[in-house]
């Protein structure tokens, strides 16, 4: 039997690592990631999916995505400030993460990235946003994606990867 390569409707386990413009790790996975290549429904950038085409187990490719590729570019209308004493304590520290509602009700994720003179700062924007990125992706696993992971256009919660 031929070895299996990342081709559409295969689930394609992986291993990554983002990295800044200057080389710092920004994000790594622990654990590996996956998605269904070619379904059309995943959220794999697709230039880094294009990329994987092609390649086996244990390949390894790097990406360098644009902020337009990536994140998108910092949006100053994203970034809100407000009285300290108007956020709750356990959010009044630099890199936090807390989860709000926007006036419409949908959960919107923010990062604490600045507190002074009584003033505490919140940024809507992804944390990478406005970030040249190189994403470096190791497979670490694959195979014949199901029908049913194929029609959600997602790996199953529990699959047999085959690593």
């Given at each position: 039997?031929?070895?299996?390569?990342?081709?559409?409707?295969?689930?394609?386990?992986?291993?990554?690592?983002?990295?800044?413009?200057?080389?710092?790790?920004?994000?790594?996975?622990?654990?590996?990631?996956?998605?269904?290549?070619?379904?059309?429904?995943?959220?794999?950038?697709?230039?880094?999916?294009?990329?994987?085409?092609?390649?086996?187990?244990?390949d390894e490719v790097s990406?360098?995505?644009?902020?337009?590729?990536?994140?998108?570019?910092?949006d100053p209308n994203l970034t809100f400030t407000d009285d300290l004493e108007n956020v709750p304590a356990e959010y009044r520290v630099v890199g936090a993460r807390p989860q709000f509602q926007n006036?419409?009700?949908?959960?919107?994720?923010?990062?604490?990235?600045?507190?002074?003179d009584g003033k505490l700062t919140l940024d809507a924007n992804h944390p990478f946003a406005g970030k040249t990125i190189t994403f470096k992706v190791t497979v670490n696993g694959l195979r014949d994606a199901t029908p049913?992971?194929?029609?959600?256009?997602?790996?199953?919660?529990d699959p047999a990867i085959v690593h």
């Open positions: 039997m031929s070895e299996q390569v990342v081709s559409r409707f295969k689930l394609v386990a992986f291993l990554y690592t983002i990295l800044d413009e200057d080389g710092t790790t920004l994000e790594q996975s622990g654990l590996p990631m996956e998605y269904i290549h070619g379904s059309g429904n995943n959220q794999m950038f697709p230039e880094v999916e294009a990329a994987l085409e092609g390649k086996k187990n244990g990406v360098t995505l644009s902020p337009e590729q990536g994140f998108g570019q910092h006036d419409m009700g949908e959960p919107m994720k923010l990062t604490v990235t600045n507190i002074e049913a992971e194929i029609g959600a256009g997602m790996p199953e919660a």
